[in-house]
């Protein structure tokens, strides 16, 4: 590589560092279960999102788990109550279309000794479980999502060996759960939501430098379309 081409290289690189720095999951993905004594969404919320002074920093970067590991019990108290509200702002759970109530646990507190979830990237993570007491009536369980423009609420769910995963952008809902009658339901047939290509795309274009500065990187070591299409 000539001189020229790795001076270029290294402007780029350095005019765009913060471009490459982690930033904050704006987005809230859950695993659905249907037990017998409860129905139950479980997920790792990014505490900066969760938390007020931090969410409304679009892209901002997250907080660091060893950081909040040191915090005091009180600032734990506050982040457990912080990140309840917030996904009261951003998840609505109905059934039979009537809302119903569901309450929250935090699993990483009851761990002897205490520790948020591992995260090789240090980014501080908390563990919660959105319960649901199982309805009588024949109906639907939905989720409605009230995200920032361009976040998602991502879904997973498994019946027996099949596992499917289904999003939707801010608005929009999910279909959990069709029960037909007292106990019994039938598997729920829904595509992947176009949200997932909306929000690649724009995790690319426009917003997406680092992406984009990778590309051109590659391109830059090796200025030939061929060999770029076999990276």
């Known amino acids: 590589m000539n001189i020229a081409r790795f001076l270029a290289l290294s402007l780029i690189f350095m005019g765009f560092m913060q471009c490459l720095e982690g930033h904050q999951v ?6 659905f279960q249907q037990l017998d004594h409860q129905w139950r969404l479980s997920g790792e919320m990014d505490i900066a999102y969760m938390l007020p002074e931090t969410r409304g920093i679009l892209g901002g970067p997250p907080l660091s788990r060893e950081a909040v590991m040191k915090s005091a019990p009180e600032e734990f108290d506050r982040i457990r109550k912080e990140t309840e509200a917030t996904l009261r702002k951003l998840v609505r759970i109905t059934f039979a279309g009537q809302n119903v109530a569901w309450r929250v646990e935090f699993p990483d507190f009851q761990k002897v000794p205490f520790a948020l979830p591992p995260e090789a990237g240090d980014i501080a993570l908390i563990s919660v479980i959105l319960i649901i007491n199982p309805q009588p009536e024949v109906g ?3 989720a409605f999502w009230s995200g920032e423009q361009e976040t998602e609420l991502i879904v997973l769910s498994e019946d027996g060996d099949d ?3 289904v ?3 801010p608005g ?3 279909m959990l759960l069709k ?4 106990g019994k339901s039938i598997p729920v047939n829904q595509p992947v939501s176009i949200g997932w290509v909306l929000s690649g795309f724009h995790h690319v274009l426009p917003k997406g430098m680092d992406h984009m500065l990778f590309i051109l990187g590659l391109f830059l070591l090796v200025p030939k379309w061929k060999p770029l299409m076999g990276q």
Do not use: P, Y
């Open 26 to 31: 704006a987005t809230v993905e859950l695993e």
């Open 140 to 142: 639907e369980l939905r």
């Open 163 to 165: 596992a499917k995963i």
């Open 167 to 169: 999003s939707t952008l």
């Open 172 to 174: 929009g809902n999910l």
């Open 179 to 182: 029960q037909t009658e007292l």
